[in-house]
């Protein structure tokens, strides 16, 4: 998700990014230090996103552009656990403010309450 979001943060760049730009931006929505998140590694997810062609490299140039494939995953990616996991995990935990009946965790209670009949008619250790 942070090498998403970080792309998200250069699509509309002309000139694109470069390796290093991109992992400082990376590392930092990881909650690490540059040193953590070296180059090898960003080298390693760059090639991941070109070879399933989210970015290009921009030819001539050790710089990468996001395709417009790479802008519509991007952004769904970022939109959906923006707007959909992050909200609903936080009603899987005590404390949610905004959903005091909680649905999503009386149906996860609800899934464990069925798993743990069916593995007691199956005689298995739950």
Not at 15 to 40: I, S, W
Not at 58 to 72: D, F, N, S
Not at 105 to 110: K, Q, T
Request: hydrophobic share 45%; proline share 6%.
């Amino acid at each position: 998700m942070a090498l998403f979001h970080a792309l998200c943060l250069f699509i509309l760049l002309p000139a694109g990014f470069r390796n290093a730009t991109l992992r400082q931006h990376v590392a930092e929505l990881m909650g690490e230090t540059p040193e953590r998140y070296g180059p090898g590694r960003m080298t390693y997810d760059l090639r991941r996103l070109r070879l399933h062609g989210l970015i290009e490299r921009i030819p001539h140039t050790h710089r990468y552009e996001v395709t417009a494939l790479g802008k519509r995953v991007c952004l769904f990616f970022t939109k959906v656990n923006a707007r959909i996991i992050r909200p609903g995990l936080s009603q899987l935990f005590d404390g949610c403010p905004k959903a005091p009946n909680r649905p999503l965790a009386a149906a996860i209670r609800e899934l464990d309450r069925c798993c743990a009949q069916l593995f007691a008619e199956a005689k298995l250790a739950t």
